[in-house]
C-alpha cells in the first residue's frame, strides 16, 4: 500500500515570504498526484494535479505553482506568499482511490 | 461546476446509536468515495464504490452507490466515540475514457451529545 509523506507538518511564514512544500509517495510508482488547500477544517479546493513529471494542471488561478521534479514527488510553491494562502495543505495520490498525505498546517502572519 | 450536496451538515451522536448521512448531485458520477477526517490530520479512505446499485461495508461501515448514480449514503451503526470526525463524501466522472478528478461535497461533521 502506499504512504504518502508532507513536509513539513507545521509552517508560520511572513507575508511576502517564499514557499516550499514537499510531497512524496511511497508504494507506487507513476501515480497522479494532487494538491488540495482546506479551510478551517471544511472543503478541499482541488489546486494542481499531476499524471506524471513535469506535467502541472492547475486548477485554480492564484498565487501558487506545482512542479514534479521526480516521480514520486511534487512540491508546492509560491514566491510571495499572501495572508489569504493560509490554511491546510494536502497531497494526495491515486487515480480512483485517492489517497491523502498527513497535511501542512500554514500559517500566513 | 459540478457541486456535491453533502447532509447534514453536522449532526450530534450518542453512544450506541446509528447515524446516516448521503451526498446527492445534479451529474452522473462513475464512482463514489466515503471518507473520514480527524482534526489535524489527512482524510483517510473508508469506502470507495463502483457500480450503480452496489452496497459496501467496511466494518460498522456501509455505502451504498445510488442506482442512478447521482446519490450515495453512509451509514455507520452502533456509534462509538471515535466515529467523531468529519466525513467526506467525493464524487468521480469519465470524460470521455479519461478519469475526472474528485468532487468533494462540504462534510458532515460528527459530534458527541452534550
Known amino acids: 500500500s502506499q504512504t504518502i509523506h508532507q513536509w513539513p507538518a507545521t509552517l508560520v511564514q511572513p507575508v511576502g515570504s517564499p514557499l516550499s512544500l514537499e510531497c512524496t509517495v511511497e508504494g507506487t510508482s507513476n501515480p497522479n498526484l494532487y494538491w488540495y488547500r482546506q479551510a478551517a477544517g471544511r472543503g478541499l479546493q482541488l489546486l494542481f494535479y499531476s499524471v506524471g513529471i513535469g506535467q502541472i494542471s492547475s486548477e485554480v488561478p492564484q498565487n501558487l505553482s506545482a512542479s514534479r521534479p521526480q516521480d514520486r514527488q511534487f512540491i508546492l510553491s509560491s514566491k510571495k506568499l499572501l495572508l489569504s494562502d493560509s490554511g491546510f495543505y494536502l497531497c494526495?495520490?491515486?487515480?480512483?482511490?485517492?489517497?491523502f498525505g498527513p497535511g501542512t498546517r500554514l500559517t500566513v502572519t | 461546476g459540478q457541486q456535491l450536496n453533502q447532509s447534514p451538515q453536522s449532526m450530534f451522536i450518542q453512544e450506541g446509536e446509528d447515524v446516516s448521512m448521503n451526498c446527492t448531485s445534479s451529474s452522473i458520477f462513475n464512482t463514489w468515495l466515503w471518507y473520514k477526517q480527524d482534526p489535524g490530520e489527512g482524510p483517510v479512505l473508508l469506502i470507495a464504490?463502483?457500480?450503480?446499485?452496489e452496497l459496501t461495508s467496511n466494518g460498522r461501515l456501509t455505502a451504498q452507490f445510488g442506482i442512478t448514480r447521482k446519490d450515495s449514503f453512509l451509514n455507520i451503526s452502533a456509534s462509538i466515540p471515535s466515529d467523531v470526525g468529519i466525513y467526506f463524501c467525493a464524487g468521480q466522472r469519465n470524460y470521455g475514457g479519461s478519469q475526472g478528478n474528485l468532487i468533494f461535497g462540504k462534510g458532515t461533521k460528527l459530534s458527541v451529545k452534550p
Open positions: 494526495a495520490a491515486g487515480l480512483y482511490e485517492q489517497y
Open positions: 464504490l463502483y457500480k450503480a446499485g
